[in-house]
């Protein structure tokens, strides 16, 4: 059913009380309602003799023909159906109430809706649903597609969103924000979406700004990728078939890690899976300045601080110098740049050293033993030719012997002076004092000192003496038990 309207449409006919008007007569000058088309909408007015009147919007039928008062816009009954009486007069109207018009500043009133037309007037702002732009220019224009879909802006601001970790689980969604960031100081799973609700191309940026690490892993659960602290994540989606889909995932590292053109700084990584395959590595970088080496087993080894060489181990580095060894030999210097070795000798041979030249095993005979006499050194070769000797006298104190030839039993060695030892009767050791049966001084003098050094406790029933003056050393005492005697002289 359409609206319809023409120019100067009247007829008259009868009102069936407040529903409809039968069509039956024709006024002079004006069409008949058949141009409105059977089914179609037209605005009406009527009039009868006694002054009722209505507008409103009426639905016309061929059959009857008939108008059917379908919406009542106005009327001399307060804006509800009049029931007419007599001839009435029906004709086609234009309703303020359906008016547009210019006000008195030009413009026009609500129009409602628009059910069709081109518009061709001013631009339509923003406010009105419009653009406020007729091309896409400026920097408060709307985001318009060139012809090749593109879309051109100075930044695009991502959807952010800040999780504190706390060794859970975030899951994504097709509603998440891009841009997902991660605080804290313990780890966490961050599980992507459904890929079957995404599109491909569908794009996930991971931070890690945490000291834990992040797991990703797909709708299936399966581990993608372990994020470390301080780094990025660019998830991709490269599959949408499943729900796990294919991702495909590009890091940035973090910014400890420098790289200029001649250097990279990792800070404190561990790298690892890498073939170095860039210039010799020197030593003062922790490497050895060599690119390869002369022989198998052959030494690595510094004979300065700032080579290293590969070889045979040499002397100034610890070594031998020797690059071989005769079995059960000996090892001798000969020189300061190399090792040599000796075949091992014989029972009863002795090594002899040759200056410049390698050692030599030689037998004992008379001509390798000095001759010793009682009178000077107490020895005498034995008649072994293996070296022993025997003693042939009395061994001095000056050799390391003790000068005497016997002991008194019980009794002690001592010095009188310093190139003799005596023996006298014995003595005893018992409490922290030296006793004897008689003290004999062969010079007539007994000394001590006048200071008591360390503190000290006369044993109980004794008697004890001293040459004074005597003074007792700050923090040191002499304790005399009930019974014993300290008498200083």
Avoid at 94 to 118: F, H, M, Q, R
Avoid at 201 to 209: D, E, L, Q, R, S
Avoid at 250 to 263: E, G, H, Q, R, W
């Amino acid at each position: 059913m359409a609206l319809a309207l023409y120019d100067r449409v009247a007829q008259t006919g009868t009102a069936n009380t407040t529903v409809s008007f039968t069509l039956s007569g024709s006024v002079q000058g004006f069409q008949a309602f058949t141009v409105v088309g059977n089914g179609n909408t037209t605005f009406y007015g009527a009039t009868d003799t006694t002054g009722n009147w209505e507008v409103g919007i009426g639905t016309y039928s061929t059959t009857g023909p008939t108008l059917t008062r379908t919406t009542i816009l106005a009327s001399s009954n307060s804006g509800s159906a009049v029931t007419f009486s007599g001839t009435v007069t029906v004709f086609v109207t234009y309703p303020s109430e359906k008016s547009v018009n210019l006000d008195g500043s030009g413009n026009v009133s609500a129009l409602g809706t628009i059910a069709s037309g081109v518009w061709q007037g001013t631009t339509v702002g923003v406010a009105y649903g419009g653009t406020g732009v007729t091309s896409s220019s400026g920097a408060n224009s709307v985001v318009l597609r060139d012809a090749n879909a593109n879309i051109t802006a100075n930044n695009i601001l991502l959807g952010f969103t800040s999780t504190v970790t706390a060794a859970g689980t975030t899951t994504l969604t097709s509603a998440s924000t891009q841009y997902q960031r991660f605080t804290g100081t313990t780890t966490q799973t961050v599980k992507l979406p459904d890929a079957t609700t995404l599109q491909k191309g569908f794009i996930f940026i991971v931070n890690n700004g945490s000291t834990g690490t992040l797991t990703v892993v797909d709708n299936a659960s399966t581990t993608l990728d372990v994020v470390i602290g301080g780094a990025i994540d660019y998830w991709t989606l490269l599959d949408n078939s499943t729900s796990a889909g294919t991702w495909i995932a590009y890091s940035l590292i973090p910014a400890s890690y420098d790289f200029n053109n001649t250097s990279a700084s990792f800070g404190n990584a561990t790298i690892i899976n890498a073939v170095w395959n860039g210039t010799t590595i020197a030593s003062g970088y922790g490497g050895t300045g060599l690119t390869g080496f002369a022989a198998a087993n052959n030494a690595l080894y510094s004979t300065s601080s700032s080579t290293l060489t590969a070889g045979t181990l040499p002397v100034a580095a610890g070594g031998t110098g020797a690059t071989s060894a005769t079995a059960n030999g000996v090892i001798y210097g000969n020189g300061t740049s190399a090792l040599g070795v000796t075949a091992a000798g014989t029972t009863g041979q002795v090594l002899t050293g040759n200056t410049g030249a390698a050692p030599t095993w030689s037998t004992i005979s008379s001509s390798l033993v000095s001759s010793f006499s009682a009178g000077t050194t107490g020895f005498t070769p034995s008649t072994a030719t293996t070296g022993a000797v025997t003693l042939a006298g009395t061994l001095a104190t000056t050799n390391g012997g003790t000068g005497l030839t016997s002991f008194t039993s019980g009794g002690i060695v001592y010095a009188t002076s310093t190139s003799a030892l005596t023996t006298g009767s014995a003595l005893t050791y018992s409490s922290s004092t030296l006793t004897a049966p008689v003290l004999s001084a062969s010079n007539g003098i007994v000394v001590n000192n006048q200071t008591v050094s360390a503190s000290y406790s006369i044993p109980s029933g004794y008697s004890a003496s001293s040459a004074g003056p005597v003074t007792v050393a700050s923090g040191q005492s002499v304790t005399v038990p009930s019974g014993s005697r300290w008498v200083v002289i």
